[in-house]
Protein backbone atom coordinates (compact mmCIF):
# COMPACT_ATOMS: atom_id res chain seq x y z
CA UNK A 1 0.00 0.00 0.00
CA UNK A 2 0.58 3.71 -0.55
CA UNK A 3 -0.34 5.79 2.40
CA UNK A 4 -1.01 9.36 1.73
CA UNK A 5 -1.14 11.05 4.99
CA UNK A 6 -1.22 14.41 6.73
CA UNK A 7 -0.18 12.90 10.14
CA UNK A 8 -2.15 13.82 12.79
CA UNK A 9 -3.83 12.01 15.58
CA UNK A 10 -6.11 9.76 13.65
CA UNK A 11 -3.77 8.79 10.85
CA UNK A 12 -1.01 8.40 13.28
CA UNK A 13 -3.18 5.92 14.93
CA UNK A 14 -4.41 4.66 11.24
CA UNK A 15 -0.62 4.06 10.50
CA UNK A 16 -0.10 1.76 13.62
CA UNK A 17 -2.72 -0.52 12.55
CA UNK A 18 -1.29 -0.45 8.85
CA UNK A 19 1.80 -1.38 10.62
CA UNK A 20 0.54 -3.69 12.67
CA UNK A 21 -1.35 -5.74 9.96
CA UNK A 22 0.06 -8.60 8.41
CA UNK A 23 -2.00 -8.41 5.20
CA UNK A 24 -0.45 -5.34 4.03
CA UNK A 25 3.01 -3.76 2.84
CA UNK A 26 3.66 -0.36 3.11
CA UNK A 27 5.27 0.52 0.72
CA UNK A 28 5.57 4.72 0.85
CA UNK A 29 4.34 6.85 3.05
CA UNK A 30 3.18 10.22 1.94
CA UNK A 31 3.50 13.43 3.79
CA UNK A 32 1.07 16.39 2.96
CA UNK A 33 -0.27 18.99 4.19
CA UNK A 34 -3.10 19.19 6.25
CA UNK A 35 -3.43 18.65 10.37
CA UNK A 36 -1.40 21.28 11.31
CA UNK A 37 0.86 24.75 10.25
CA UNK A 38 4.41 24.50 11.14
CA UNK A 39 6.22 26.66 8.98
CA UNK A 40 8.14 23.60 7.51
CA UNK A 41 6.70 21.21 5.16
CA UNK A 42 9.62 18.33 6.91
CA UNK A 43 7.93 19.40 10.36
CA UNK A 44 4.83 17.16 9.98
CA UNK A 45 7.04 14.46 8.96
CA UNK A 46 8.26 14.70 12.73
CA UNK A 47 5.12 12.89 13.73
CA UNK A 48 6.04 9.55 11.61
CA UNK A 49 9.43 9.46 13.43
CA UNK A 50 8.01 10.19 16.50
CA UNK A 51 5.62 7.18 16.05
CA UNK A 52 8.34 4.68 14.51
CA UNK A 53 10.85 5.83 17.81
CA UNK A 54 8.01 5.10 19.73
CA UNK A 55 7.31 1.05 18.69
CA UNK A 56 11.20 1.12 18.62
CA UNK A 57 11.13 2.20 22.04
CA UNK A 58 8.38 -0.30 23.45
CA UNK A 59 10.15 -3.30 21.24
CA UNK A 60 13.07 -2.75 23.30
CA UNK A 61 11.28 -3.58 26.67
CA UNK A 62 9.23 -5.80 24.73
CA UNK A 63 10.65 -7.79 22.00
CA UNK A 64 8.42 -10.22 22.60
CA UNK A 65 6.17 -8.01 20.47
CA UNK A 66 7.88 -7.53 17.25
CA UNK A 67 5.98 -10.29 15.41
CA UNK A 68 2.81 -7.62 16.60
CA UNK A 69 4.14 -5.21 13.86
CA UNK A 70 5.09 -6.91 10.77
CA UNK A 71 5.68 -3.95 8.76
CA UNK A 72 8.33 -2.15 11.25
CA UNK A 73 12.06 -2.87 10.76
CA UNK A 74 14.53 -3.44 8.63
CA UNK A 75 13.38 -5.75 6.19
CA UNK A 76 10.21 -3.60 5.93
CA UNK A 77 11.90 -0.13 4.21
CA UNK A 78 9.27 2.27 3.28
CA UNK A 79 10.11 5.36 1.42
CA UNK A 80 8.99 8.53 3.19
CA UNK A 81 8.61 11.61 0.89
CA UNK A 82 7.40 14.53 1.45
CA UNK A 83 4.43 16.29 -1.20
CA UNK A 84 2.63 19.21 -1.20
CA UNK A 85 2.85 22.08 0.71
CA UNK A 86 -0.70 23.21 0.34
CA UNK A 87 -3.95 22.92 -2.48
CA UNK A 88 -4.04 23.40 -6.22
CA UNK A 89 -5.68 26.38 -5.84
CA UNK A 90 -6.27 29.23 -3.69
CA UNK A 91 -5.34 29.49 0.53
CA UNK A 92 -3.61 26.85 2.77
CA UNK A 93 -5.97 25.49 5.80
CA UNK A 94 -4.93 23.33 8.62
CA UNK A 95 -6.90 21.63 11.23
CA UNK A 96 -4.95 23.22 13.94
CA UNK A 97 -8.13 23.07 15.94
CA UNK A 98 -8.39 19.35 16.48
CA UNK A 99 -4.74 18.31 16.10
CA UNK A 100 -2.82 20.72 17.57
CA UNK A 101 0.03 23.44 16.54
CA UNK A 102 2.50 20.16 15.90
CA UNK A 103 -0.52 18.09 14.72
CA UNK A 104 -0.28 15.07 17.58
CA UNK A 105 -2.23 16.99 20.85
CA UNK A 106 1.16 19.73 21.28
CA UNK A 107 2.83 16.80 22.72
CA UNK A 108 5.83 18.72 21.48
CA UNK A 109 5.42 20.82 24.26
CA UNK A 110 3.62 18.53 27.14
CA UNK A 111 5.31 15.73 26.60
CA UNK A 112 8.90 16.31 25.85
CA UNK A 113 10.33 12.89 26.64
CA UNK A 114 8.33 11.87 23.32
CA UNK A 115 11.54 14.15 21.34
CA UNK A 116 13.34 12.62 18.71
CA UNK A 117 16.58 13.72 16.32
CA UNK A 118 15.72 13.28 13.21
CA UNK A 119 19.30 12.81 13.00
CA UNK A 120 19.18 9.27 14.73
CA UNK A 121 21.06 6.69 11.98
CA UNK A 122 18.81 4.27 13.92
CA UNK A 123 16.27 5.71 11.55
CA UNK A 124 17.43 4.27 8.85
CA UNK A 125 16.37 0.85 9.73
CA UNK A 126 12.97 2.17 9.36
CA UNK A 127 12.29 3.86 6.15
CA UNK A 128 14.14 4.90 3.16
CA UNK A 129 14.49 8.84 3.30
CA UNK A 130 14.27 10.26 -0.14
CA UNK A 131 14.17 13.88 -1.67
CA UNK A 132 12.18 12.84 -4.76
CA UNK A 133 8.65 14.06 -5.34
CA UNK A 134 5.64 12.18 -3.79
CA UNK A 135 4.59 11.87 -7.96
CA UNK A 136 8.35 10.30 -8.93
CA UNK A 137 7.74 7.77 -5.97
CA UNK A 138 4.13 6.65 -6.40
CA UNK A 139 4.59 6.05 -10.44
CA UNK A 140 7.91 4.22 -10.14
CA UNK A 141 6.43 1.77 -7.09
CA UNK A 142 3.54 1.05 -9.35
CA UNK A 143 5.96 0.14 -12.43
CA UNK A 144 8.37 -1.66 -10.17
CA UNK A 145 5.23 -4.12 -8.44
CA UNK A 146 2.74 -6.04 -10.82
CA UNK A 147 -0.28 -4.43 -11.79
CA UNK A 148 -3.23 -3.76 -10.12
CA UNK A 149 -1.81 -5.28 -6.61
CA UNK A 150 -1.21 -1.60 -4.88
CA UNK A 151 -3.65 0.00 -2.74
CA UNK A 152 -3.57 4.49 -2.56
CA UNK A 153 -4.67 5.42 0.44
CA UNK A 154 -5.58 8.95 0.71
CA UNK A 155 -6.00 9.97 4.61
CA UNK A 156 -5.48 13.69 3.71
CA UNK A 157 -6.36 16.39 1.05
CA UNK A 158 -6.64 14.91 -2.22
CA UNK A 159 -3.76 17.34 -3.63
CA UNK A 160 -1.46 14.84 -4.05
CA UNK A 161 -3.30 12.29 -5.89
CA UNK A 162 -4.23 14.99 -8.07
CA UNK A 163 -0.86 15.82 -8.82
CA UNK A 164 -0.02 12.30 -9.75
CA UNK A 165 -3.14 12.27 -12.04
CA UNK A 166 -2.32 15.43 -13.89
CA UNK A 167 1.34 13.76 -14.37
CA UNK A 168 0.10 10.70 -15.69
CA UNK A 169 -3.08 9.50 -15.38
CA UNK A 170 -3.61 7.40 -17.95
CA UNK A 171 -0.48 4.90 -16.39
CA UNK A 172 -1.74 5.51 -12.85
CA UNK A 173 -5.06 4.41 -14.18
CA UNK A 174 -3.87 1.30 -15.61
CA UNK A 175 -1.76 0.40 -12.85
CA UNK A 176 -2.90 0.81 -9.61
CA UNK A 177 -5.38 -1.56 -7.98
CA UNK A 178 -7.48 0.39 -5.86
CA UNK A 179 -7.80 4.21 -3.94
CA UNK A 180 -9.33 4.48 -0.50
CA UNK A 181 -9.91 7.41 0.21
CA UNK A 182 -11.65 9.20 3.81
CA UNK A 183 -12.97 12.30 3.19
CA UNK A 184 -16.04 14.27 2.56
CA UNK A 185 -19.69 14.33 3.51
CA UNK A 186 -22.99 13.43 2.00
CA UNK A 187 -25.72 13.18 4.54
CA UNK A 188 -24.43 14.21 7.45
CA UNK A 189 -22.94 17.65 8.87
CA UNK A 190 -19.26 18.62 8.35
CA UNK A 191 -16.52 18.57 10.90
CA UNK A 192 -14.91 21.38 9.79
CA UNK A 193 -17.60 23.72 8.95
CA UNK A 194 -21.22 22.88 9.11
CA UNK A 195 -21.34 20.99 5.93
CA UNK A 196 -17.97 20.35 5.07
CA UNK A 197 -15.51 17.37 6.00
CA UNK A 198 -11.68 18.82 6.20
CA UNK A 199 -9.79 16.62 3.37
CA UNK A 200 -12.22 18.11 1.00
CA UNK A 201 -13.01 21.28 2.38
CA UNK A 202 -8.35 21.66 2.27
CA UNK A 203 -8.58 21.07 -1.40
CA UNK A 204 -11.97 21.49 -3.11
CA UNK A 205 -10.23 21.98 -6.69
CA UNK A 206 -8.43 18.28 -6.08
CA UNK A 207 -11.30 16.68 -5.75
CA UNK A 208 -13.69 18.19 -8.24
CA UNK A 209 -10.79 17.10 -10.46
CA UNK A 210 -10.33 13.76 -9.63
CA UNK A 211 -14.26 12.73 -8.63
CA UNK A 212 -16.17 14.97 -11.03
CA UNK A 213 -14.36 16.30 -14.61
CA UNK A 214 -12.20 13.67 -15.59
CA UNK A 215 -13.67 12.06 -18.68
CA UNK A 216 -13.75 8.25 -18.13
CA UNK A 217 -10.65 7.13 -19.98
CA UNK A 218 -8.27 9.43 -17.98
CA UNK A 219 -7.94 10.55 -14.61
CA UNK A 220 -8.95 8.24 -11.51
CA UNK A 221 -10.66 4.43 -12.18
CA UNK A 222 -13.77 4.97 -10.05
CA UNK A 223 -14.80 1.45 -10.37
CA UNK A 224 -11.54 0.98 -8.19
CA UNK A 225 -12.18 3.72 -5.94
CA UNK A 226 -13.83 3.62 -2.27
CA UNK A 227 -14.74 6.67 -0.95
CA UNK A 228 -15.18 6.69 2.93
CA UNK A 229 -17.11 9.65 3.63
CA UNK A 230 -18.21 10.80 7.34
CA UNK A 231 -21.20 9.11 7.02
CA UNK A 232 -19.75 5.51 7.75
CA UNK A 233 -16.73 7.12 9.39
CA UNK A 234 -18.30 8.81 12.41
CA UNK A 235 -19.97 5.59 13.24
CA UNK A 236 -16.98 3.71 14.43
CA UNK A 237 -15.63 5.60 17.48
CA UNK A 238 -12.77 4.44 20.24
CA UNK A 239 -14.73 5.12 23.61
CA UNK A 240 -12.29 6.97 25.94
CA UNK A 241 -13.14 5.27 29.09
CA UNK A 242 -13.19 1.85 27.18
CA UNK A 243 -9.69 2.65 26.29
CA UNK A 244 -8.47 3.57 29.86
CA UNK A 245 -10.42 0.45 31.20
CA UNK A 246 -8.93 -2.37 28.19
CA UNK A 247 -5.21 0.03 27.28
CA UNK A 248 -4.22 2.20 29.96
CA UNK A 249 -5.94 2.56 33.87
CA UNK A 250 -3.89 5.79 34.31
CA UNK A 251 -5.21 7.16 31.28
CA UNK A 252 -7.51 11.00 32.17
CA UNK A 253 -6.58 13.92 30.35
CA UNK A 254 -4.16 16.96 30.28
CA UNK A 255 -4.70 18.17 33.87
CA UNK A 256 -2.89 14.83 34.69
CA UNK A 257 -0.66 13.98 32.03
CA UNK A 258 0.42 10.59 31.18
CA UNK A 259 3.93 9.45 32.58
CA UNK A 260 5.83 6.22 30.93
CA UNK A 261 6.35 4.81 34.03
CA UNK A 262 4.59 1.89 35.24
CA UNK A 263 3.29 1.77 31.28
CA UNK A 264 4.27 0.44 27.81
CA UNK A 265 6.03 2.90 25.73
CA UNK A 266 4.05 2.79 23.08
CA UNK A 267 0.92 3.24 25.54
CA UNK A 268 2.33 5.81 27.22
CA UNK A 269 2.60 7.47 23.29
CA UNK A 270 -0.74 6.80 22.44
CA UNK A 271 -2.33 8.18 25.81
CA UNK A 272 -0.19 11.39 25.20
CA UNK A 273 -1.65 12.84 22.48
CA UNK A 274 -4.89 10.93 23.38
CA UNK A 275 -5.35 13.33 25.91
CA UNK A 276 -6.47 16.79 24.53
CA UNK A 277 -8.21 14.91 21.99
CA UNK A 278 -10.39 13.51 24.71
CA UNK A 279 -11.07 17.37 26.10
CA UNK A 280 -11.38 18.59 22.16
CA UNK A 281 -14.11 15.36 21.87
CA UNK A 282 -16.23 16.47 24.95
CA UNK A 283 -16.23 19.80 23.66
CA UNK A 284 -18.10 18.18 20.88
CA UNK A 285 -20.20 16.13 23.25
CA UNK A 286 -18.63 12.94 22.93
CA UNK A 287 -16.35 11.19 25.49
CA UNK A 288 -14.99 8.95 22.19
CA UNK A 289 -12.11 9.20 19.23
CA UNK A 290 -13.90 8.81 15.89
CA UNK A 291 -12.03 6.74 13.70
CA UNK A 292 -12.15 8.40 10.59
CA UNK A 293 -8.79 7.16 8.87
CA UNK A 294 -8.40 3.99 11.04
CA UNK A 295 -11.69 3.07 9.71
CA UNK A 296 -10.28 3.72 5.67
CA UNK A 297 -6.88 1.56 6.79
CA UNK A 298 -9.35 -0.81 7.82
CA UNK A 299 -11.27 -1.19 4.52
CA UNK A 300 -7.81 -1.37 2.85
CA UNK A 301 -6.85 -4.42 5.07
CA UNK A 302 -9.49 -5.74 4.34
CA UNK A 303 -10.75 -5.32 1.03
CA UNK A 304 -7.06 -6.31 -1.38
CA UNK A 305 -7.31 -5.24 -4.80
CA UNK A 306 -7.41 -7.92 -7.63
CA UNK A 307 -11.02 -9.26 -6.67
CA UNK A 308 -13.28 -7.74 -9.30
CA UNK A 309 -16.68 -8.58 -9.73
CA UNK A 310 -17.28 -10.01 -13.35
CA UNK A 311 -20.60 -7.93 -13.32
CA UNK A 312 -20.01 -4.00 -14.19
CA UNK A 313 -16.61 -4.79 -13.18
CA UNK A 314 -17.15 -3.87 -9.83
CA UNK A 315 -15.15 -4.30 -6.71
CA UNK A 316 -15.73 -7.13 -4.75
CA UNK A 317 -16.11 -6.68 -0.91
CA UNK A 318 -15.46 -9.16 1.91
CA UNK A 319 -18.76 -9.92 4.23
CA UNK A 320 -20.29 -7.50 6.15
CA UNK A 321 -19.18 -4.63 3.89
CA UNK A 322 -21.23 -2.70 1.66
CA UNK A 323 -21.19 0.27 -0.75
CA UNK A 324 -23.38 2.11 -2.93
CA UNK A 325 -22.96 4.35 -6.53
CA UNK A 326 -23.33 8.30 -5.15
CA UNK A 327 -23.53 11.26 -7.26
CA UNK A 328 -22.21 14.42 -6.58
CA UNK A 329 -20.21 17.78 -7.18
CA UNK A 330 -18.88 19.65 -4.65
CA UNK A 331 -18.38 23.69 -3.81
CA UNK A 332 -15.40 25.25 -4.35
CA UNK A 333 -15.60 29.02 -3.90
CA UNK A 334 -18.65 29.59 -1.77
CA UNK A 335 -18.11 31.68 1.09
CA UNK A 336 -20.21 29.29 3.96
CA UNK A 337 -20.28 26.43 1.33
CA UNK A 338 -16.39 25.65 -0.17
CA UNK A 339 -15.97 21.67 0.36
CA UNK A 340 -19.66 21.22 0.50
CA UNK A 341 -20.69 17.96 -1.59
CA UNK A 342 -24.00 18.66 -3.82
CA UNK A 343 -25.77 15.37 -4.12
CA UNK A 344 -27.93 14.23 -6.91
CA UNK A 345 -30.78 12.82 -5.37
CA UNK A 346 -32.79 12.57 -8.23
CA UNK A 347 -31.87 9.29 -8.67
CA UNK A 348 -30.25 8.69 -5.73
CA UNK A 349 -31.02 5.08 -3.45
CA UNK A 350 -29.90 6.75 -0.37
CA UNK A 351 -32.57 8.37 2.07
CA UNK A 352 -30.63 11.15 3.66
CA UNK A 353 -31.53 12.32 7.11
CA UNK A 354 -34.59 14.89 7.50
CA UNK A 355 -33.57 18.36 7.79
CA UNK A 356 -32.54 20.00 11.15
CA UNK A 357 -31.25 16.62 12.79
CA UNK A 358 -28.15 17.07 14.74
CA UNK A 359 -25.10 15.55 14.82
CA UNK A 360 -25.87 12.23 16.99
CA UNK A 361 -28.99 11.62 15.29
CA UNK A 362 -27.21 12.34 11.98
CA UNK A 363 -24.54 9.60 12.19
CA UNK A 364 -27.48 6.68 13.12
CA UNK A 365 -27.16 4.10 10.25
CA UNK A 366 -28.94 5.51 7.03
CA UNK A 367 -31.56 2.57 5.49
CA UNK A 368 -30.60 1.92 2.17
CA UNK A 369 -33.77 2.15 -0.08
CA UNK A 370 -35.60 2.98 -3.62
CA UNK A 371 -37.93 5.20 -4.96
CA UNK A 372 -39.57 2.50 -7.28
CA UNK A 373 -40.70 -0.91 -7.04
CA UNK A 374 -37.92 -2.65 -8.72
CA UNK A 375 -35.14 -3.26 -5.85
CA UNK A 376 -32.07 -3.03 -5.64
CA UNK A 377 -29.01 -5.62 -5.61
CA UNK A 378 -29.14 -7.29 -2.57
CA UNK A 379 -26.30 -9.22 -0.26
CA UNK A 380 -25.22 -12.44 -0.56
CA UNK A 381 -23.02 -14.74 1.75
CA UNK A 382 -19.99 -14.22 -1.07
CA UNK A 383 -20.55 -10.74 -2.16
CA UNK A 384 -21.01 -7.05 -0.50
CA UNK A 385 -23.62 -4.99 -2.32
CA UNK A 386 -23.49 -2.48 -5.11
CA UNK A 387 -26.26 -0.19 -4.86
CA UNK A 388 -28.16 0.50 -8.21
CA UNK A 389 -28.61 3.54 -9.28
CA UNK A 390 -31.84 4.25 -11.69
CA UNK A 391 -33.66 6.87 -13.77
CA UNK A 392 -37.63 6.58 -14.15
CA UNK A 393 -38.49 5.85 -17.86
CA UNK A 394 -42.09 7.25 -19.03
CA UNK A 395 -43.55 3.71 -20.23
CA UNK A 396 -41.50 1.51 -18.22
CA UNK A 397 -39.24 -0.01 -15.61
CA UNK A 398 -36.42 2.26 -14.42
CA UNK A 399 -33.09 2.07 -16.12
CA UNK A 400 -29.75 1.65 -15.22
CA UNK A 401 -27.67 5.00 -15.55
CA UNK A 402 -24.04 4.89 -17.38
CA UNK A 403 -23.25 8.50 -15.82
CA UNK A 404 -19.92 7.54 -13.59
CA UNK A 405 -20.86 7.54 -10.02
CA UNK A 406 -18.49 7.73 -7.31
CA UNK A 407 -18.65 4.64 -4.86
CA UNK A 408 -18.90 4.75 -1.15
CA UNK A 409 -18.75 2.65 1.53
CA UNK A 410 -22.12 2.53 3.71
CA UNK A 411 -21.41 -0.87 5.73
CA UNK A 412 -19.03 -2.23 8.07
CA UNK A 413 -18.74 -5.20 10.31
CA UNK A 414 -19.13 -2.54 12.31
CA UNK A 415 -17.35 -0.65 15.18
CA UNK A 416 -17.28 -3.36 17.92
CA UNK A 417 -15.41 -5.16 15.34
CA UNK A 418 -13.17 -2.59 14.65
CA UNK A 419 -12.54 -1.69 18.12
CA UNK A 420 -11.80 -5.24 18.82
CA UNK A 421 -9.15 -5.27 15.87
CA UNK A 422 -7.26 -2.20 17.02
CA UNK A 423 -7.16 -3.37 20.33
CA UNK A 424 -5.26 -6.35 20.02
CA UNK A 425 -3.51 -5.90 17.33
CA UNK A 426 -2.18 -2.05 18.22
CA UNK A 427 -2.33 -2.54 22.17
CA UNK A 428 -1.84 -6.23 22.63
CA UNK A 429 -5.28 -6.46 24.07
CA UNK A 430 -8.13 -8.30 23.80
CA UNK A 431 -11.53 -6.19 23.76
Not at 8 to 15: C, H, K, M
Not at 256 to 261: I, K, T
Request: some cysteine; overall charge negative.
Amino acid sequence: VLVDTDPGVDDVLAILLALASPEIEILAILVTYGTCCQPKLQARSLNIYKLYKAIARHLEVHPEDSSRFPNFGPAVKPFLALGPKGPLKEDTHYAEYFHGPDGLSNITERHPELDIDVNDPSFEQNFRITDRSTVDITLDLLREYPDRTITYIALGPLTQLAQIVQTNGQEFGDRIGKVVCMGGALDVPGNTTPIAEFNFYADPYAVKELLVASPASVGLPLDRFLLLPLDITSRHNLSFPYYKEKVDPQFSDTREPSRPEGKDPLTHFTSSFFERTREVMIGFGKDAMELHDIVAVWCAVECQPGDVAQVAGRPLLKSGWGMTERHFDIERTGELTRGMLIVDRRADAISAPQPGLNRSESEAPIPITTSNPYPIEKQTEEHAPVTAMHTSTQNGPPETTHRRGVLCIHETPGQDALVSLLLRRVWGVEG
